[in-house]
């Protein structure tokens, strides 16, 4: 079964940048979709940006031209760019995965799920 574990939360003031990653513990080939949900609190899960196995991305409205998305093959490493943080953006973060190409746009619909890291932005 994969294993998907965040890293690179942390707290920062608007306008910084954040790196986070999701290590995959198996690698994903094939078809496959990748995507990045967050949760504030008192809000709902939210998918922030995705990636699926043709290369394409897709970015929720208000991180667009901040955040990027991008998948190491190699690494098996799922990777969210943010930068021009702001305090909106404070949240956990999870990555998620599924063997198919629709890009869900709620976390419930992918196989695979992390434990989340927290971004706090001030």
């Known amino acids: 079964d994969v294993q998907l574990v965040e890293s690179g939360g942390g707290s920062v003031q608007a306008g910084g940048s954040l790196s986070l990653s999701c290590a995959s513990s198996?690698?994903?080939?094939?078809?496959?979709?990748m995507a990045w949900f967050r949760q504030a609190p008192g809000k709902e899960r939210e998918r922030v940006a995705a990636?699926?196995?043709?290369?394409?991305?897709s970015y929720e409205d208000s991180v667009k031209g901040r955040f990027t998305i991008s998948l190491d093959n190699a690494k098996n490493t799922l990777y969210l760019q943010m930068n021009s943080l702001e305090p909106e953006d404070t949240a956990m973060y999870y990555c998620?995965?599924?063997?198919?190409?629709?890009?869900?746009?709620?976390?419930?619909?992918?196989?695979?799920r992390g434990q989340g890291t927290q971004v706090t932005v001030s």
């Open positions: 998620a995965a599924h063997h198919r190409t629709y890009c869900a746009p709620v976390i419930e619909w992918y196989d695979y």
């Open positions: 990636i699926g196995s043709d290369g394409r991305t």
């Open positions: 198996g690698s994903f080939s094939g078809i496959y979709c």
